[in-house]
């Protein structure tokens, strides 16, 4: 079974940093391009980050340049997304998703579960 | 910079149908797709490639694109399929774009 299952989140203060990571399995990880996409309560979905099956980056968000790192590990079927600098702005479900291709955007499916970040003092 | 606009509701009556538009200056040049999401869940993928349905989503699922719109139509809505549905394309710049959503209300 093709599965995704984020990790990481939790409640964090402004101005500190937090590491998600999303664990794959079922499929060759190497041979896709991975994204994180975020939803802050209630509001619509976000694209934040991108990045190809040979840790090309795709790109980031605006709002997130300069203070966010996606990376993966396709030794151990990982992808990540390092946050810093964090904004009360980032609290949000944080989900990692797979694009169809390694080239990247296209479609995502599927798509993590989902971790909640909290930037709040 | 780029935008996807869908209309934030829709609501229709049990066995009717759904339309839920999706327009955008990028659409004419990049594909679309759709997802639903349940409350509480991650998205699904619903369409790919503007018409293009996945396996396993039911036939009464489906895409169209004319211009600079793309369309998700569900013909006999079914109360499960009350969710918010999002569209994603890619703009010019090479960033990936999602509407603001459309919540879709069976009566």
């Known amino acids: 079974e093709v599965q995704l299952v984020d990790s990481g989140g939790g409640l964090v203060q402004p101005g500190r940093s937090l590491r998600l990571s999303c664990a794959a399995s079922?499929?060759?990880?190497?041979?896709?391009?991975m994204h994180w996409v975020r939803q802050a309560p209630g509001r619509g979905l976000e694209w934040v980050s991108g990045?190809?099956?040979?840790?090309?980056?795709?790109g980031y968000a605006d709002s997130v340049k300069g203070r966010f790192t996606i990376s993966r590990d396709n030794a151990k079927n990982s992808l990540y997304l390092q946050m810093n600098s964090l904004r009360p702005e980032d609290t949000a479900f944080y989900y990692c998703?797979?694009?169809?291709?390694?080239?990247?955007?296209?479609?995502?499916?599927?798509w993590g579960q989902g971790t909640l970040v909290t930037v709040s003092s | 910079s780029y935008e996807l606009t869908q209309p934030p509701s829709v609501s229709v009556s049990p066995g009717q149908t759904a339309r839920i538009t999706c327009s955008g200056d990028?659409?004419?040049?990049?594909?679309a797709y759709w997802y639903q999401q349940q409350p509480g869940q991650a998205p699904v993928l619903v369409i790919y490639?503007?018409?293009e349905r996945p396996s396993g989503i039911p036939e009464r699922f489906s895409g169209s694109s004319s211009g600079a719109t793309v369309t998700l139509t569900i013909s006999g809505v079914q109360a499960e399929d009350e969710a918010d549905y999002y569209c994603?394309?890619?703009?010019?710049?090479?960033?990936?774009?999602f509407g603001g959503g459309t919540k879709l209300t069976v009566l």
């Open positions: 998703a797979r694009d169809h291709g390694p080239g990247g955007l296209t479609w995502f499916d599927p």
């Open positions: 994603q394309s890619v703009d010019n710049s090479g960033s990936v774009i």
């Open positions: 079922g499929f060759n990880f190497d041979d896709y391009a």
């Open positions: 990028a659409l004419p040049k990049h594909t």
């Open positions: 990045i190809r099956w040979n840790s090309g980056i795709i």
């Open positions: 490639q503007d018409t």
